[in-house]
């Protein structure tokens, strides 16, 4: 058995040159297999805001920021037992300055050549070693590299929506050579106002992360869903 539930939710503002792009999640979910304990599917509070003035066309000078953080505990996934992250730890902070390629609020690319980083830790996960790359004894951790961001939304027929969000990011202070990947595709097919068939999939790579594997995660349910 197993439940999620998500908020979506984009707040965009646009006057003459400027355009202000916002977009909020919140999701968490759980599943209980027989004979296993339950464990998190979905554990996320992510922010994106996006400001660009125009250029010329399509392009426009940007800033942006990304923050990510998670709700609940989260345990180690070979023993399942050992507590390694929580609340606002880790918190994963990005801000920088660059160019936008926008062609409609659904097809976006923004380029940030100089992107300042801020990870985020508490103390009691650094005691015995580095934790999400934050150092030992440490709480925090800085690097400045190169992000891109892309978004793209489509409607493959009708009632059926295709969402594809990608985030790259490359450590100049370290091994730039590794590049960060976050890529999420959420699919929602349309029954009526109310319900639909949701699928989910995410892909994340992380060289700080607890594991150097690609990590992906899949959900597929009937959703009941509700728009502003």
Same mark, same amino acid.
């Given at each position: 058995?197993?439940?999620?539930?998500?908020?979506?939710?984009?707040? %965009?503002? *646009?006057?003459?040159?400027?355009?202000?792009?916002? #977009? &909020? =999640? +919140?999701?968490?979910?759980?599943?209980?297999?027989? /004979?296993?304990?339950?464990?998190?599917?979905?554990?996320?509070?992510?922010?994106?805001?996006?400001?660009?003035?125009?250029?010329?066309?399509?392009?426009?000078?940007?800033?942006?920021?990304?923050f990510?953080?998670?709700?609940?505990?989260?345990?180690?996934?070979?023993?399942?037992?050992?507590?390694?992250?929580?609340?606002?730890?880790?918190?994963?902070?990005?801000?920088?300055?660059?160019?936008l390629?926008?062609?409609?609020? %659904?097809? *976006?690319?923004?380029?940030a050549?100089?992107?300042? #980083? &801020? =990870? +985020?830790?508490?103390?009691?996960?650094?005691?015995? /070693?580095?934790?999400f790359?934050?150092?030992?004894?440490?709480?925090?951790?800085y690097?400045?590299?190169?992000?891109?961001?892309?978004?793209?939304?489509?409607?493959?027929?009708?009632?059926?929506t295709?969402?594809?969000?990608?985030?790259?990011?490359?450590?100049?202070?370290?091994?730039?050579?590794?590049?960060?990947?976050?890529?999420?595709?959420?699919?929602?097919?349309?029954?009526?106002?109310?319900?639909?068939?949701?699928?989910?999939?995410?892909?994340?790579?992380?060289?700080?992360?607890?594991?150097?594997?690609?990590?992906?995660?899949q959900?597929?349910?009937? /959703?009941?869903?509700?728009?502003?």
């Amino acid at each position: 058995m197993s439940g999620n539930i998500g908020a979506n939710y984009d707040f %965009n503002y *646009k006057a003459g040159n400027v355009n202000w792009d916002n #977009k &909020l =999640i +919140v999701a968490y979910g759980l599943s209980k297999i027989k /004979g296993v304990d339950t464990q998190k599917t979905d554990d996320r509070i992510e922010f994106n805001s996006l400001y660009g003035k125009k250029a010329k066309g399509h392009w426009f000078y940007s800033a942006f920021l990304n923050f990510k953080t998670q709700m609940d505990t989260g345990l180690d996934p070979d023993t399942q037992t050992v507590k390694v992250s929580h609340f606002f730890s880790p918190a994963f902070l990005q801000v920088g300055p660059g160019m936008l390629w926008k062609k409609s609020d %659904n097809l *976006k690319v923004n380029i940030a050549p100089a992107t300042s #980083k &801020l =990870i +985020v830790v508490h103390d009691h996960f650094t005691e015995f /070693g580095s934790s999400f790359g934050v150092e030992q004894g440490k709480t925090t951790r800085y690097e400045l590299g190169a992000s891109l961001g892309a978004y793209y939304k489509f409607d493959l027929m009708a009632n059926v929506t295709f969402e594809n969000i990608l985030n790259l990011y490359s450590n100049y202070l370290e091994d730039p050579q590794y590049v960060d990947v976050d890529y999420q595709l959420n699919i929602v097919l349309k029954v009526n106002k109310y319900l639909s068939t949701n699928f989910a999939f995410q892909a994340i790579y992380d060289e700080n992360a607890l594991s150097e594997k690609i990590q992906t995660r899949q959900v597929i349910g009937v /959703g009941v869903n509700y728009a502003f």
